[in-house]
C-alpha cells in the first residue's frame, strides 16, 4: 500500500520560499498525478497544483505566479516551492496521489504538514 | 474556472438521520465529481466517484447522484462516525477544485 510523507520546515519567514518535499513509498511514482493541496486553519480544501511522473504540470491559477512543483523519480520524491510567502499562505499541506477510476481521483494522501507564516 | 458551491455549510442531524448536502457546478461538469469525508487532524478520505461510484470500503449507507450541474451526497441512515466534514471536487484535465465543504454536526 502506497505511503506518502511531508517534510520540510514548519516556519517560514514572510516573503521567503516555502519548500515541501513529499516522499513516496510502497509504490512508484510512475504513472500518477502527484498532487499539493493545502488547508488554512478551520478552512476548506484548496489545490495548488500537480506533476505529471513524465514531468507535465498544472497550478491553480490564484497561485500560479508563485508555485512550481517537482518531480525526483529516482528518489521517489516530488515537491513544491511557493514563493514570497504571506501569513495567508499559513496552512496544513498534503501531498496526494491520484489514480485513474473512472476519472482522476486522490486515493492517497500524506498525513499533511503545517506550516506557518510568521516573523 | 469552474466554481463548486456546496450547501449548507453546516448541518445539524441525528443518529438514524438521512442527511443530504448539495454540491453544485457554475458550469456543466458532466459526472466528473467525487465526494470526500474529512475528520478533524486528518486527511480526507475518498468516497464516491464519477458522482455515483462508491469506493471499495465505504459503506452502502453513503450514496452520490446529479450530473451537469447539480449533485448530491445522501447518507440514508447517520451513524456516529460520519460526523465530519464532506467535500465535493470537480476534475478536468487541467485542474481539479473543491466545494468550500459541508460540516456534519451532533444535533
Known amino acids: 500500500q502506497v505511503q506518502l510523507q511531508e517534510s520540510g520546515p514548519g516556519l517560514v519567514k514572510p516573503s521567503e520560499t516555502l519548500s515541501l518535499t513529499c516522499t513516496v513509498s510502497g509504490g512508484s511514482i510512475s504513472a500518477y498525478y502527484w498532487s499539493w493541496i493545502r488547508q488554512p486553519p478551520g478552512k476548506g480544501l484548496e489545490w495548488i497544483g500537480y506533476i505529471y511522473y513524465g514531468g507535465t504540470t498544472n497550478y491553480n491559477p490564484s497561485l500560479k505566479s508563485r508555485v512550481t512543483i517537482s518531480v525526483d523519480t529516482s528518489k521517489n520524491q516530488f515537491s513544491l516551492k511557493l514563493t514570497s510567502v504571506t501569513a495567508a499562505d499559513t496552512a496544513v499541506y498534503y501531498c496526494?496521489?491520484?489514480?485513474?477510476?473512472?476519472?482522476?481521483?486522490?486515493?492517497?494522501w500524506g498525513q499533511g504538514t503545517l506550516v506557518t507564516v510568521s516573523s | 474556472d469552474i466554481q463548486m458551491t456546496q450547501s449548507p455549510s453546516t448541518l445539524s442531524a441525528s443518529v438514524g438521520d438521512r442527511v443530504t448536502i448539495t454540491c453544485r457546478a457554475s458550469?456543466?461538469?458532466?459526472?466528473?465529481l467525487a465526494w470526500y469525508q474529512q475528520k478533524p487532524g486528518k486527511a480526507p478520505n475518498l468516497l464516491i466517484y464519477?458522482?455515483?461510484s462508491l469506493e471499495s470500503g465505504v459503506p452502502s449507507r453513503f450514496s452520490g447522484s446529479g450530473s451537469g450541474t447539480e449533485f448530491t451526497l445522501t447518507i440514508s441512515s447517520l451513524q456516529p462516525d460520519d460526523f465530519a466534514t464532506y467535500y465535493c471536487?470537480?476534475?478536468?484535465?487541467?485542474?481539479?477544485?473543491f466545494g468550500q465543504g459541508t460540516k456534519v454536526e451532533i444535533k
Open positions: 471536487q470537480h476534475y478536468n484535465s487541467y485542474s481539479r477544485t
Open positions: 464519477q458522482a455515483s
Open positions: 458550469q456543466s461538469i458532466s459526472s466528473w
Open positions: 496526494a496521489r491520484e489514480a485513474y477510476t473512472a476519472m482522476w481521483v486522490f486515493d492517497s
